[in-house]
DNA sequence: CGTTCAGTTGACTAAGGTCAATTCCCGTGG
DNA sequence: CCACGGGAATTGACCTTAGTCAACTGAACG
């Protein structure tokens, strides 16, 4: 499971070995039971996350309603940087879909990591642009796309995701009630 | 207008007469007329403007629609990060909804911004963090509320800019065909 | 005065929301 | 092995709202 971390981490910068102890010494393995928050409305996210194993989902609760934007899986960083940069409350919710087991590093020890990894501001300047441009496309897709191409794109592009998880969740990520999504699926199968 | 912005950054950090000459020296005026692009959808966004008199709006064009996610008008800053920091072509339109006069700099003039000003690089780092987290709040918006609650939030927060625009720009920033803004509009007149 | 263009209104269609009933699936206990 | 229970998913009936197309109104301008 570290060794996801140092691959994920050696695809952009090369570690030294010595390096690569300080990354296993920042990290905490950590684990979330499904259902539980990795991060909850109104509170400070206050560590960057590895998933190594299970599904989580980032959700927006409007008066009692879940949104769903986003997704992470393994091998996947989960974060909210619009709440851990600035260190503000997060108007986001980030939950476990499934039992998760998770590296993550707090905000003081990302700074260390940050002063003793050769080109670690690189690395970590990479993935928050990342993070950043994947979720402005997450959200600027509800804005542009019907519920239904959001649903085939998913089909597209996230076909895993769709056996491990409930149409409820799957609804609440297109935009729709289950009951819609329902009809969408008897819709669109009768298309191919 | 050049106080404007030497005001503006003047609130976040306090700038030595020498350090106003060099913000001078870095920002240039520009002007763009009704209609014309500060950057379109496929282009690398260049510059960070500031206004200094118009009004200009965000949008994304998805076959032949436009929506218009944001505006920005005097005092503000105006940029799409998500091409600017990592120098990529853009999938966002920013275009004058006024005649325009604005003051901007390059990416290259920007790093010596940071360079040669004291506290500049906090600075950078306050206005992209304001910037990042208003877009992402503007496109949330678009997926937890409804055209009509997201009309009178606009009511409430911009009655400035509901006269200076057409019912064209306004419909595509709430989210609906003007034809429907319309009946909106008739609908929730009768409510108070 | 016409012309023009934005904004409004009407009639109709399509799609999602809501509520309720029904079916499907799966695990448990008899 | 089968019957039952409970939650998830589907379906039906009906409502609300946005889209579409077309007609109309009204104000600005020459």
Known sequence: MINNLLESINNIITLSTAEKEIVISLFKAHTYKKGEL????????????????GLLRYYINHDGEDKTYAFAEESNFVCNYESF???????KNIQALEDCEM????????QLFYKSINHAERFGR????????????????????????????????????????????IASYVGVKPQSLSRIRKRTSGKK
Chains 1, 2 share one sequence.
Not at 103 to 110: A, E, F, G
């Open 38 to 53: 990795f991060l909850a409305d109104g509170q400070i996210c206050k560590h960057v996350g590895f998933v190594t194993k």
């Open 85 to 91: 940069i600035p260190r503000t409350p997060s108007t």
């Open 103 to 110: 590296l993550q590093i707090s905000y003081d020890d990302l």
């Open 126 to 169: 990479l993935v928050i642009e990342q993070v950043f441009i994947q979720t402005l496309q997450d959200l600027s897709s509800f804005y542009t796309e019907t519920p239904e191409s959001r649903y085939e794109k998913m089909l597209r592009k996230h076909p895993d995701l769709l056996q491990r998880m409930s149409q409820y969740h």
